[in-house]
């Protein structure tokens, strides 16, 4: 009998993302839970999966510029394409604020796009980001394409939006 998505603990689930490359049962854990279903359907009609269901969030939240239809999952050109665009708290030239480099996802393509995007939505849900939200007001922040490569000038300057989820780590 397969346990349902409504089931995942979600503190252990960032657990093993964080811990993945570290950690067999990790791996284990992460790719069981990956492919929990939801009890929804896909637009094809196949059960969507809580992978399925993570992309589809990502996309909504921070595939803006990706033209992605409302249901479409972000695929991993979309899922690198918005990953150095992720700050923690302000768009500073601090490494630890930039996201992807915290997190050391030096490359994300086919092998790992699913589980950073895993990792930002587990974090922003049960991780250090959903604490530091809720204690000190850092949030979440998508700034422009490529920070590394901008001026002071142009960090400084740039367009940013915060991204929240629904409080209480609500599905």
Same mark, same amino acid.
Request: glycine letters at 8%; aromatic letters at 10%; hydrophobic letters at 35%.
């Given at each position: 009998?397969?346990?349902?998505?409504?089931?995942?603990?979600?503190?252990?689930?960032?657990?093993?993302?964080?811990?993945? @490359?570290?950690?067999?049962?990790?791996?284990?854990?992460?790719?069981? !839970?990956?492919?929990?279903?939801?009890?929804?359907?896909?637009?094809?009609?196949?059960?969507?999966? !809580?992978?399925?269901?993570?992309?589809?969030?990502?996309?909504?939240?921070?595939?803006?510029?990706?033209?992605?239809?409302?249901?479409?999952?972000?695929?991993? @050109?979309?899922?690198?394409?918005?990953?150095?665009?992720?700050?923690?708290?302000?768009?500073?030239?601090?490494?630890?604020?930039?996201?992807?480099?915290?997190?050391?996802?030096?490359?994300?393509?086919?092998?790992?796009?699913?589980?950073?995007?895993?990792?930002?939505?587990?974090?922003?849900?049960?991780?250090?980001?959903?604490?530091?939200?809720?204690?000190?007001?850092?949030?979440? !922040?998508?700034?422009?394409?490529?920070?590394?490569?901008?001026?002071?000038?142009?960090?400084?300057?740039?367009?940013?939006?915060?991204?929240?989820?629904?409080?209480?780590?609500?599905?």
């Amino acid at each position: 009998m397969a346990s349902m998505a409504k089931d995942i603990d979600v503190k252990k689930f960032y657990d093993a993302i964080v811990n993945f @490359q570290n950690s067999e049962e990790c791996q284990d854990f992460y790719y069981q !839970v990956m492919d929990m279903t939801t009890g929804r359907k896909n637009k094809s009609g196949s059960d969507e999966t !809580v992978r399925d269901r993570i992309l589809k969030a990502y996309a909504v939240l921070f595939c803006e510029d990706a033209n992605l239809e409302p249901g479409e999952k972000a695929g991993p @050109q979309e899922v690198a394409d918005t990953a150095d665009r992720l700050y923690i708290g302000n768009a500073g030239y601090d490494p630890e604020h930039w996201y992807r480099m915290k997190y050391h996802f030096p490359v994300i393509d086919d092998d790992n796009y699913d589980r950073f995007a895993a990792l930002v939505l587990s974090d922003m849900n049960s991780g250090p980001l959903h604490d530091a939200a809720i204690n000190d007001g850092d949030t979440l !922040v998508v700034g422009e394409a490529d920070p590394l490569h901008m001026t002071a000038k142009e960090r400084k300057n740039q367009k940013v939006k915060g991204v929240n989820l629904p409080s209480g780590g609500e599905q």
